[in-house]
Every structure is written in structure tokens, then in C-alpha cells.
């Protein structure tokens, strides 16, 4: 038998069918792309956290509950002793885990465009996605249309970023509240970027049984660690633990993430001057002619070029060294859209300075 007839006799078509995520090969460019934090540690920070390092014991497996770990998270999160906390090496193996608990014939609702994870895990596991389009005017959700999908559908669960990627904004807390009330299964409120947003649904836990709420490490700057969390009720919680890998967090992932956690205000300092410069490249963006600008509640600025315009303005910034994320062949609401990600002040300026060269250029 050949590898191919191998492959389609044994692989769900779905998979077949698919192309993998691809990353952007970012070598010696100004690394916009990827919604990173651009800041090192101060280095006698990096000196101890080497120092902690001398007594992580490779040779042993990792705590499988982590629960060290988990209780250095409550404490930074402010996270009450009722609510539940599930571990992912990143929230990707949170949203495969919880779509992995569904069977089948169930469907799953976010909102589109939102992260590409929801769709593709979903599709890989032959659920139903629906993905209803945000408002064309301000990426607002379009409740109605999401109240009938949950009538007609009664999707098993819901993913909202809050604030979303790639648009940036927050959705009306209102907006959420409602479909809350009205979903039969569960409702993932995807907090990755917090840090930079002031606004959270932690506090609605006790309010709702079928709300979870989703973050991440990653976006506060620990990316390379890999560290999601999911947090809820303590039922729902347990069952999704079952088929967590029991190692799913290495030693050095949880060691780290202790030790950073407990560093707090290096990455509270780093974050709010993120946020500041996100009010700079906003207004930076905003004075180039024939771009809209969105407002962003996240660490990256979502803009739409004029028409034909975002291939080549995309090109033209790669060119000059600048990597940054062309959204426009996603299509629907993103068409002409690019997305940037907010870096040093020195990187930000290349940036500006290279995007007013490619508007020159290309008109
Ligand atoms: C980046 C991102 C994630 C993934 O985070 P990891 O923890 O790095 O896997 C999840 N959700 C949203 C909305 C994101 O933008």
C-alpha cells in the first residue's frame, strides 16, 4: 500500500484537508507580528531566576497539578478559592482540550474574525463551527444574529475574546451578559489580553454556571513558556482535567512562571508602557493619510489601507524590515487589513517611519 492510500484510508478527510498554522520565517526583522512583548528582564532579575534554576530536578517528572504554580496564579490573578483552575502549555491546548471533551455532532459558535484556533481545532474534530460576522461598522457583536444561532443550534460551546483578535476591541459587556443568559452550553470569555485591557469577567464567575474564563501568559510577556489557564466552576473544571496529559506543564514552565509570577511589577511596568505606546502608534497611524485606524484595548493596533493597498503596503514594510501580519487574506471584514503588533519605542518608530515610506511609494 502507498503512503498516500495509507494516509487517505486512515485520516479523518478533515485533516486531509487542512493546512497547518503557519508562522512568518521572522529572522532579522522588527518583529511586529506575533503580539509579543518586545522587553527583556532587568538583568539581575535574569541572574536570579538562573540561580532558582539550580534546584529544578530534570530528572524527576513535573508536579502533574502543578499546584504550587496554581496558587502563585490565584494570588496574581486574585483568583477566590471557589473557582477552579485547569493548566494548557499555552490556552491552544485549552481550547483543543475542551473541544476534545465534545462529541461530535455538537457545534461550536465564535464570532468571526476571532482567533484562528477556535475554527481550526474545531474543524480537525469534525465539530459543526459557526462563525456569525462581527458588525461591519465598529466589530461590535451582532447579537441578534448570535441569539438565533444559539436557538437554532444550541452550540456546546462559545469562544469570545475579550478583547478580540485580531480586532482589538471590547465587546459591550452588556452584549456578553445576554448571550450568557441565553446559551445552553458553556461560554468561553478568552481574556488573553488582559494585561492591557481594563476589563475582565472574573468577577461574573459566581453569577454564571456555564461561563469559563480563559488566559494566558503568553501575551504579558512569557510566550516561550507556553502557560495557559482556564478557570470555572470546579465540576466543569474536574471533568475537562480527565483528559488533560498528567505532565502537560514541565518542570521549567512551572518553575519560571512561579518565579516571573512573583516578580509582578517588572511586567506591570512593562505592560502599562506598552499601553502607552499604543496611544503613540495609534495617533501615529491615525495622521497617515487614508488609513482606519481601530481603537485597541489589546497590545496590537488593527488598520485597514485603501483598496489593492494591504498586499503591497505588507510587501513594502517586509522590504524595509518590518514584519507585521497581513489579516487581508482571511477576507470578509478583514480585506485591506493589516495588523500590528506594539513593540519597543525604537521599534514603533521604524515601523511608522517605514509605513509613511510605503504609502509614498505605492501612491
Ligand atoms: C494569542 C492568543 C491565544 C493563544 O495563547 P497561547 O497561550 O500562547 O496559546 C489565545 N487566544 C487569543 C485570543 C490569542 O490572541
Known sequence: MSTTSLISSLFRAEIQSMSAYKVADAHGFIKLDAMENPYHWPPELTEQWLTSLRHCELNRYPDPEAQRLIETLRCHDEIPKSVA??????????????????????????PAPSFVMYKQISQSLQLTYFAPSLC?????????HILQLIKQHQPALIFIAYPNNPTGNLFKAEDIHTILNASTGLVVIDEAYAPFANASFLPELPRYKNLLIMRTLSKLGLAGLRLGYLMGAVEIISQLNKIRLPYNINVLTQMTAEFALSHKQVFTEQTQLICQHRHWVFEQLQALPALTVFPSAANFILFKTPAQHADRIHAHLKKQGVLIKNMHSQGGLMQECLRVTIGTQEENKAFINALTNALITIN
Open 85 to 110: 483552575i485547569l493548566l494548557g502549555n499555552g490556552s491552544d491546548e485549552l481550547i483543543q482540550l475542551l473541544l476534545m471533551a465534545l462529541t461530535p455532532t455538537q457545534a461550536v459558535l465564535a
Open 136 to 144: 461591519a461598522e465598529d466589530f461590535s457583536l451582532d447579537v441578534a
